[in-house]
């Protein structure tokens, strides 16, 4: 009996997984940053791309 106590004593005082939950959501958090910085990106480029081809007088730039 005195195994099982301590085995759960070890298993509640372990932090190892508590930091691996932080490194987690420390990279979920930069992973929506760069997806929102690529995408405000990817539709400023998609409008310069189609003023730039309406000025040459070109064909219409589809951005989706």
Known sequence: ???LYLGVQRFINDE???TAIEYALIAALI???IIA???TTG???C???RSVATAL???PVACP
């Open 1 to 3: 009996m005195k195994k």
């Open 16 to 18: 190892e997984g508590v």
């Open 31 to 33: 992973a929506v940053v």
């Open 37 to 39: 910085a690529v995408t």
């Open 43 to 45: 539709t400023r480029v």
């Open 47 to 49: 409008e310069t791309f």
């Open 57 to 59: 007088g070109g064909a």
